[in-house]
């Protein structure tokens, strides 16, 4: 469950702006107030993922690997 | 065929299906009727695939009648998520309006091998819109309805496997494939009342599946028992060369009977405290019954956003998986509402971001690799809640209203974990015990699950359809 933030968040304000500036013209008022509420809550994980230290060496755990040559 | 097939699990029907007991046309037959009548009722199917399911039963006949058995899935019909591509012109609609006339000109590979095992495949079961991936938040969100839960239709079947979970538990099929990339085969699996396997990340190929999250998609059976669960893992694992994330070893069950083994569970405390009294309520005598089979201690896990972390690497994967749709806006086309703008909101993630999620998954692995030297499994209820009704807004770890830290860690990590019924809540309501174990390490899952099948009735438990 989300932390609450203050309304005037300016992490949440910079990226509700890229948001609304780019879809704002697709919504409805009541949509736009939906779509808000969703950015804060993402912007709040994104703040909680932040909050954890991590060193220089602690690398992404993702799967890629060069594809060996088929013939 | 007598009516005892249906509600009969897999192993059974094998059985019947080897000894020519029972015809796999006659079979496909039931469960085509089932799915042709009831299936509607339930909201739990795309398409009957009627044709192709009568050749392949006829096939499976004259093969086991000419002596040729494949093995225990062979001639027994079942059912897969609609976002498994399947050839021959019928369609894979990923459960989303906008994709409905959709099709493909191979099967998965999950199909294909479920072909070579002789299973017969007998419909696309419904599933929450492009997996549940744009934000719903009610289940209202297919076009195909909401899942309706066999248990009580007033309430929900869970999601995003909705048909594949509510098929089973109402014996329109024997066993199902569904997928999961956060939930979406333990949450029907619980809701619905029966057995859900989520394997290893890599374990199964997904070529030929639906993507909503590269890192996090993972397809897996929804069956009655958790031994039915090993049978059909067995046929769909192992490598594929068109899936570079598929694992090299293949996966054999051990049917043996494992109630001599000794296993060390973890309850797991933080899903404990977060989950609604009746859920608690059923998890504790599943506890005691696992005491019967083994050490029993609580874990506490250490104290990392896990759910923030899973919803930053989902929103970002599934930002660019559909991103054509979302920016082409025929979102709007979608069932659900929010759905139709909360995608949206995943340009608010940045690159940085999204790395930084996937470093500490890292870490969360590393993390969750250490509790494992302690315990062989976690323990956990599957969802925390029972069925939500339908019409209403539900809780969900995804969007932030609700605690799921052994979801979020097991598919953080790409853990294996199995849902089975450990009860019903004071409304009849079913509740299930969820039991993650290590990477790769399904044989030791199941063989908990099958020794606590073995101790408890739950499973054997029915809807009554009327």
Known sequence: ?71 | VTPEVVFTPVRRLAELVRAREVSPVALAETFLGRLETLGPRLNAVVTVTRERALDAARRAEREIAAGRYRGPLHGIPYGAKDLLATAGGIATTWGAAPCRDQSFDADATVIRRLDEAGSVLVAKLAMVELAGGMGYRQPDAAFTGPGVNPWDPAHWSGGSSSGAGSAVAAGLVPFAIGSETWGSILSPAAYCGVAGLRPTFGRVSRHGAMVLSWTLDKLGPLALTADDCGLVLEAIAGPDPDDPTTAREAFRHDAADASARRFRFGVVTQALAACDDGVRETLLRAVGVLRQLGTVEDVTLPDLPYEATARVILGAEAASAFEDLVESGRIVELTAPEDRYTPYARDAILAKDYVRALRLRGLVAREVNRVFSTVDLLVAPSRPTVAPRLGQEFRSALRGTANDVAGALGNLAGLPAIGVPSGFDAAGLPTSVQLLGAAFAEETVLAAARGYQALTDWHLEHPRLG
Do not use: C, I, K, M
Not at chain 1, 40 to 68: C, M, S, W, Y
């Open chain 1, 1 to 71: 469950v989300q932390p609450e933030r203050p309304p005037t968040d300016p992490e949440v304000e910079r990226r509700w702006a890229l948001v609304r500036d780019r879809y704002g013209d697709r919504l409805t008022a009541e949509e736009l107030a939906q779509l808000r509420q969703v950015v804060e809550g993402l912007v709040g994980a994104v703040q909680e993922v932040r909050r954890v230290p991590l060193t220089n060496a602690d690398a992404p755990l993702d799967g890629f690997a060069p594809l060996r040559r088929t013939s």
